[in-house]
């Protein structure tokens, strides 16, 4: 079938040749990676290295990694794909638009991975609120008449905190909208509204402002690829495997 219309100027795709693209695009992408791994497999040091995650590992976890990494490794290139919801992070490395994934534990039989460890969740509460500098946990039910700083619809950080809510009890009402994690911490440490976010993306200048949650709660992370480990995913693997995990406690809530 004709995949492309030719016009007075250009071209455009046929109703055919635009159900053709994305298999196409995969597979160019898929080809490009082909050459990267074959090129790793001669020469590690000058390998580059695509990792797709989501926003607050990005911000959090990701950067201890890539640093051991690259001082294990100084030739590797790095280049990073961020995602809103583990989804779309599983689609980019099921469809060959990186080659190794760090996300929420996936069930998908498209990726091959290796459970990691645990991430924890807190709450921000800004200066005025009663829970401010409690080391003792809050529960979040004691949250909601609280106005929260929320992100927005198809960010899997907003699935994570409704479902922390609705556990609870309550719907969160939200006050403010961000789509990026840390920008949250701040809102609300500004006293805009409550949030749920991971621990490892509260700065340390930051922490006064960070309750623990009582129970705890804590979702599993993991990395992942689509069938075999190439050289430099194998050593990114390993990078990630050397982080200082979370023991849970008993006891403590596992959202995934």
Known sequence: GQLLERLPR???LTPAGRAFLP???AAVLAAHS???SARAALDLASAQLEIATVFSLAVGLLPKAIQRLRRQHPGISIRLFEYSHRELLMDAVA???ADVGVGPLPHDDRVSATLLGYESFVAIVGRQHPAYLSMSGIA???LADDDWVMFPEGHGLADLARSICGRAGFTPRDAVFTG???AAVRLAAAGLG???VPENIVPSSLHRYMVPLDPPVFRPLAVFTRETWSPQAEAFRAALQEIDWI???RGAVIEN
Request: charged share 30%; aromatic share 0%.
């Open 10 to 12: 250009g071209t455009r």
């Open 95 to 97: 469809g060959g638009v």
């Open 247 to 249: 023991d849970v406690p």
């Open 23 to 25: 298999e196409a695009r």
């Open 140 to 142: 979040v039910e004691t």
């Open 180 to 182: 990026q994690a840390d």
């Open 194 to 196: 409550v949030a749920i």
């Open 34 to 36: 082909s050459a990267r």
